[in-house]
């Protein structure tokens, strides 16, 4: 008995040796691939988890900086997020942040410079929608109308494109063309929804061109939504 189970386990030892000769090889790279990939993940993990905390860091300083007016120390620190921080959400938030404070200290040229970097490198298209109604009414505000009406031809999110026909009757009405000011707000008008308070605003601007909004046509079922705040 002793012998057939020695005969036994001599011939499954066999089986394992073949097993192994014949698949040890791939079967030791797939262990190392997998586990090299395992490593590699949690590599990356750390990395972007380390450069969110960094770039959180930069965008509180340029917070601070902008509470306190002190443009020269905002704009470095755009620079050096702009620089090391491009892909991250603090990195939008900062050009329109520090877009709106330029602005406020009559430092046009920054402002647009920052406006024009989130409109053309923000990772979300959102965030793209926003800074290009801001620069658009920065430029209508300097009188650089076909400037403004190029910036609000660019593609944006469906939710945002009441907002820029708005803005984009803004400027027509600005050149006097009167109108291409009705077309944009009437088509404005049509796209938000009944609920939404922005309406009230363009029904105001209807009335400013002779249009009353009741003698428009209903609002069509499913008409796009607008962003929640007006930019």
């Known amino acids: 008995m002793a012998t057939q189970l020695d005969l036994e386990e001599q ?9 192994w000769t014949t698949y ?7 262990v190392l ?7 590699a993940w949690n590599g990356w993990q750390y990395l972007q988890r380390d450069k969110a905390a960094k770039a959180s ?3 509180d300083e340029i917070e601070r900086s902008a509470q306190a007016g002190d443009v020269a120390r905002i704009e470095r620190a755009l620079a050096d997020m702009k620089q090391s921080f491009a892909g991250t959400a603090y990195a939008q938030q900062a050009g329109l942040l520090v877009a709106r404070t330029l602005h406020e200290k009559g430092n046009a040229d920054g402002s647009h410079s920052a406006l024009e970097w989130v409109a053309e ?7 793209q929608a926003v800074a290009r109604l801001r620069l658009a009414a920065e430029q209508l505000e300097a009188k650089s109308y076909d400037d403004a009406l190029k910036t609000l031809s660019a593609k ?15 400027v027509y009405l600005a050149q006097g063309k009167r109108d291409e000011a009705k077309a944009a707000y009437q088509k404005a ?23 009353d909004p009741k003698s428009l046509a209903a609002t069509p079922a499913g008409a796009a939504s607008p962003a929640k705040a007006q930019p």
Not at 11 to 19: C, N, R, S, T, V
Not at 24 to 30: F, N, V, Y
Not at 33 to 39: D, R, S
Not at 121 to 127: F, I, K, R, T
């Open 11 to 19: 011939e499954q030892l066999d089986q394992l040796k073949h097993f």
């Open 24 to 30: 040890g090889t791939l079967i030791t790279w797939a």
């Open 33 to 39: 691939l997998i586990a090299g990939a395992f490593v």
């Open 57 to 59: 860091a930069l965008y």
């Open 121 to 127: 490198h923000a990772v979300d298209p959102g965030y």
């Open 156 to 170: 944006v999110p469906k939710e945002f494109e009441p907002l820029v026909d708005d803005r984009r009757g803004d």
């Open 189 to 211: 008008w049509t796209a938000f929804g009944p609920r939404v308070e922005y309406r009230r605003l363009v029904e105001i601007k209807l009335n400013s061109v002779g249009v």
